[in-house]
């Protein structure tokens, strides 16, 4: 047998901070994956780091299937990976977990991001509990950039002091900026201010960040044919951050093949 399932990674999070005294996040699933495999045409565990190796004893193998693990997310840049390792290991091991039971078995290794929840929802990322769904209003696409170096995810405080104070059902994108900026008291990103004015001078529609990674986003319409030009501009004027991907926003959940 062969089952592969497949789970997005992030750009950020739309918003991080705390909602109604306690943890929250709202996911921003893009079309980068972590996928895992598992065959009986194989033997071993191939790919896996240290997080999804302790998810995996948790787990229930048989003992004559093979376990491989591949990415498009790099690490330490606030995308989700290990979340998303966690989340296709966990399904693809048993196809009957419940995104809710696997969100719960993530939590207990790191705070975990809700990627594998179906579309875009808020979460506390501390006890994987599902909040709300969030409506977006299209899938933007993506520029992601990059500050460089790594962050640890299970050393650094994840917790932004941002206080959400009320939760729509549809994503507010002023939130979104007002997340990011809050978070310049706990990981400063330098110029930030300046980059969202002047990509929202060029037509960008919001700016978001990872709050405990080096990465931020940079989101257009779906149908700007321009975005490739004013990716461009973005990276020309600001040297301090390297242009790393170009993807859109997508339904966060499993992917499987069977």
């Given at each position: 047998m062969n089952r592969t399932v497949k789970v997005p990674g992030s750009c950020g999070e739309f918003?991080?901070?705390?909602?109604?005294?306690a943890p929250i996040l709202i996911t921003c699933p893009i079309e980068k994956f972590s996928s895992v495999i598992i065959s009986d045409e194989f033997n071993g565990v191939e790919g896996l780091g240290e997080k999804s190796l302790a998810l995996l004893k948790k787990l229930h193998l048989p003992k004559n299937l093979g376990v491989r693990l591949t990415t498009e997310l790099p690490r330490g840049k606030g995308m989700a990976s290990s979340s998303a390792d966690l989340a296709a290991l966990a399904k693809a091991v048993d196809f009957n977990l419940s995104a809710e039971k696997i969100a719960e078995l993530a939590a207990t290794l790191e705070?975990?991001?809700g990627t594998f929840f179906s579309g875009v929802v808020a979460m506390n990322p501390v006890t994987g509990k599902l909040i709300k769904n969030i409506?977006?209003?299209?899938?933007?696409?993506?520029?992601i950039f990059d500050y460089g170096g790594e962050i640890d995810t299970l050393k650094f405080n994840r917790r932004s002091s941002f206080q959400i104070l009320s939760l729509d059902e549809n994503l507010n994108l002023e939130i979104v900026e007002k997340s990011a900026l809050a978070n310049q008291e706990i990981l400063c990103k330098r110029g930030l201010i300046e980059i969202i004015t002047f990509?929202?001078?060029?037509?960008?529609?919001?700016?978001?960040?990872?709050?405990?990674?080096t990465v931020i986003g940079i989101f257009f319409h779906a149908g700007?044919?321009?975005?490739?030009?004013?990716?461009?501009?973005?990276?020309?004027?600001?040297?301090?951050?390297?242009?790393?991907?170009k993807t859109r926003l997508i339904d966060g959940g499993f992917y499987a093949e069977i």
């Open positions: 918003v991080q901070g705390f909602y109604r005294g705070p975990t991001d409506r977006v209003a299209e899938k933007y696409a993506v520029a990509a929202k001078d060029i037509g960008a529609v919001t700016v978001n960040v990872a709050h405990s990674g700007d044919l321009n975005i490739d030009a004013k990716i461009a501009e973005i990276a020309a004027r600001f040297d301090f951050i390297k242009f790393m991907t």
